[in-house]
């Protein structure tokens, strides 16, 4: 696998948010509105306070992380958020993806490394995710293979399964 050479990772900006949200809407389809609240949520502090209040009251803490190249072109993104419920040990991953076109060159690890590490510098003792056995998420399960995220809850919907997984750190 080439490394992915001049790749770099930052927080999410509203000068990229058009960009991120577009990219998170073309790999998660059928979401409606949710992918743009969140990641407007996490970058517009009155979104913020509308999002926890009105839209999902166990959210604590949301943001948004995004690998650009050398050019400033995005090529993939990775949330990370807390719950009210398990704040203290617990982060969570959500829209986790890379564009297309640049996948298979190390990008995916790299975001997924910086969230394991970020859960790390802040003391959380398990990392948690949930996903599906739908098509499109398929290449992921891969790699939470790998990375120890284990299978924890299985619901079965129609046509897939959605999978809790979980690392203990
Ligand atoms: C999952 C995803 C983010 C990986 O991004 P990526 O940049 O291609 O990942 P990397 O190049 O860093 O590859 C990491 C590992 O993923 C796995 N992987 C990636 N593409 C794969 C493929 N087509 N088939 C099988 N495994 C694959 C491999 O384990 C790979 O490790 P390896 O190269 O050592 O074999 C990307 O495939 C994606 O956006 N998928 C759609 C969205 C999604 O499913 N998100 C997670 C849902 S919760």
Redesign the pocket.
């Known amino acids: 696998?080439e490394f992915?050479e001049g790749v770099t990772i930052i927080p999410l900006s509203k000068e990229y948010l058009k960009k991120a949200i577009k990219l998170v809407e073309s790999?998660?389809t059928d979401e409606e509105d949710s992918v743009r609240r969140e990641i407007e949520a996490s970058v517009y502090e009155k979104k913020f306070e509308k999002y926890i209040t009105k839209i999902d009251r166990h959210t604590k803490s949301l943001e948004y992380f995004i690998a650009v190249d050398p050019k400033g072109r995005l090529?993939?993104i990775i949330g990370i958020y807390t719950l009210i419920e398990n704040y203290k040990d617990t982060l969570w991953?959500?829209?986790?993806?890379?564009?297309?076109k640049?996948?298979?060159?190390?990008?995916?690890?790299?975001?997924?490394d910086f969230s394991i590490t970020k859960a790390r510098e802040r003391n959380k003792s398990y990392i948690c995710?949930?996903?599906?056995t739908d098509r499109?998420?398929?290449?992921?399960?891969?790699?939470?293979?790998?990375y120890g995220f284990y299978v924890t809850e299985i619901v079965h919907k129609d046509g897939y399964n959605i999978l809790f997984r979980k690392k203990t750190l």
């Open positions: 696998m992915p790999v998660f090529m993939g991953i959500g829209w986790y993806c890379v564009d297309k640049h996948r298979r060159r190390g990008v995916g690890k790299l975001l997924l995710l949930y996903t599906s499109n998420e398929e290449e992921a399960q891969d790699i939470y293979d790998k």
